[in-house]
Structures are given as structure tokens and as C-alpha cells.
């Protein structure tokens, strides 16, 4: 098993950025994929960016393409999610999943999750 603890969030003007932590327990995580979504209020859950369990394929969504990079690094056992150049659409509360399938954007492909970061973006 996985347990996952983001960590990062908090308030930021339009423009800012904000740098996501997500840190893992267990001995497995660098066998796992990793990806951030995210959940405004009234909204779906959507996905946000992935990366491979070597890190070495990323891939994000149109919405934060040029302003989101997620990275890893399997020795701190930890995921991140650089978020630049933020809008106020951007708030919501971010979650860290974990799944043993590569590449996957939707919520039944991930096993393990977060508690969740709150990004507040004002204007």
C-alpha cells in the first residue's frame, strides 16, 4: 500500500505560483505512476498532469499546459507539481494519486489518494 500526504497549497494572487508537494510512504512508490487532480466546488474531479514511474514521460492538461510541470523524485519518495502563472479558474482543492497503470487520466485508474491541498487563486 501507498499513503500519500500533499502539502503546498495556500493562497495566491493571479499571476503567482505555487509548488505542490506530495510525499509517499512504503518502499513501492517508485513502482507506481503518479498523477495530481483536482477538484473545485460544484465540479468534478478532473485530472490535472501525470508522470511515469521513472519520470522520465510527463503529460498534463490543455488547461494547464505552459504552466503546470510535474516531476518526481523517487529517492524522497515524493511528486510535485510546479504551478506557474496561476488563474483564478486554477482553485481548488489538489489531490495526489498513485496507480499501477501507466499514463492514466481518469479517477478509476488511480489506487491510492491524498487528502487533498487547498489553491486559492484571487484576482
Known amino acids: 500500500q501507498v499513503q500519500l500526504v500533499e502539502s503546498g497549497g495556500g493562497l495566491v494572487q493571479a499571476g503567482g505560483s505555487l509548488r505542490l508537494s506530495c510525499a509517499a510512504s512504503?518502499?513501492?512508490?517508485?513502482?507506481?505512476?503518479m498523477a495530481w487532480f483536482r477538484q473545485a466546488p460544484g465540479k468534478e474531479r478532473e485530472f490535472v498532469a501525470g508522470i511515469s514511474w521513472s519520470g522520465t514521460y510527463a503529460y498534463s492538461a490543455d488547461s494547464v499546459k505552459g504552466r503546470f510541470t510535474i516531476s518526481r523524485d523517487n529517492d524522497k519518495n515524493t511528486a510535485y507539481l510546479q504551478m506557474n502563472n496561476l488563474k483564478p479558474e486554477d482553485t481548488a482543492i489538489y489531490y495526489c494519486?498513485?496507480?499501477?497503470?501507466?499514463?492514466?487520466?481518469?479517477?478509476?485508474?488511480?489506487?491510492?489518494w491524498g487528502q487533498g491541498t487547498q489553491v486559492t487563486v484571487s484576482s
Open positions: 494519486a498513485a496507480s499501477r497503470v501507466p499514463d492514466g487520466t481518469f479517477r478509476y485508474e488511480y489506487d491510492y
Open positions: 512504503g518502499r513501492t512508490f517508485s513502482s507506481y505512476a
